[in-house]
């Protein structure tokens, strides 16, 4: 039987999405280390930004290079994790539409899969006892879940609380195959002190986490094809003869 084709363009579009900001990822870093301050300076606006389509805000260039040279890492880190996060919660939610109106998924169970949490652990049951991949990988999907609902709460922390450790952090992470949720050692120093500690995310984290999201998105199409479609063969970028085209994954065409 052949695969879903709703299935299957979903997660391309998704895995394209994921690689494509991978690419930019590495891109803008370059750029970074081979830019010069003085010319980035020149190219800023010279005294006000805008902040609304009516107001603008004045600023030293100056002092947006310097905390920009401070933190570019890590908020570039913030950025490119928000928009995998993003992708991969799209799909999920396209994933389950399919499933309902093809029959695989009851309304009653879709209607518990409302809140990216919920669409998460569904996720992680379906790759569950996988056999997609090598050894390797097939011994790798439990750290993959634990990669990818760690960079739910990271998100989460800076989407409702200023990019803040807090408690919710640590106790509302998703537990697989009896492994306790990733958790940073700066929350238990937030523990002890109840200081505001900013949750830290560097390139080699995001890099980690980016990549557990596409291989985490394997698995799952792999194993939505296999178990509701009855596909026993695994995608492959060389049997698809596909090449990584950037301008199509940078501007859809």
Request: proline fraction near 3%; charge should be positive.
């Amino acid at each position: 039987m052949p695969r879903d084709k709703a299935i299957r363009k979903s997660f391309e579009i998704a895995d394209d999405g994921l690689q494509g900001i991978i690419g930019y990822f590495f891109y803008v870093n370059a750029c970074k280390k081979g830019a010069i301050q003085s010319e980035i300076s020149k190219r800023l606006p010279e005294n006000a930004i805008p902040v609304t389509l009516e107001w603008v805000r004045y600023y030293d260039r100056e002092k947006l290079l310097q905390a920009m040279e401070s933190c570019f890492d890590f908020y570039h880190a913030r950025v490119c994790l928000i928009s995998t996060i993003s992708v991969f919660e799209s799909v999920l939610k396209n994933f389950i539409i399919r499933l309902n109106a093809t029959g695989h998924i009851s309304n009653n169970r879709t209607r518990t899969l409302k809140y990216y949490k919920q669409k998460l652990e569904w996720a992680f049951e379906i790759v569950s006892g996988s056999v997609y991949g090598t050894r390797p990988m097939r011994a790798r999907i439990p750290e993959l879940c634990l990669q990818v609902d760690h960079a739910r709460r990271i998100r989460n922390l800076w989407m409702h609380n200023n990019g803040l450790i807090n408690e919710k952090y640590g106790s509302d992470g998703i537990s697989i195959d009896g492994k306790s949720p990733i958790i940073v050692d700066a929350y238990n120093d937030y523990q002890k002190s109840k200081r505001k500690i900013p949750i830290g995310l560097y390139p080699e984290s995001f890099i980690k986490l980016c990549l557990s999201h596409v291989e985490l998105l394997h698995q799952l199409h792999y194993n939505i094809q296999k178990k509701n479609f009855e596909q026993k063969r695994a995608y492959s970028y060389r049997a698809a003869k596909k090449r990584i085209e950037w301008h199509r994954l940078l501007t859809g065409i």
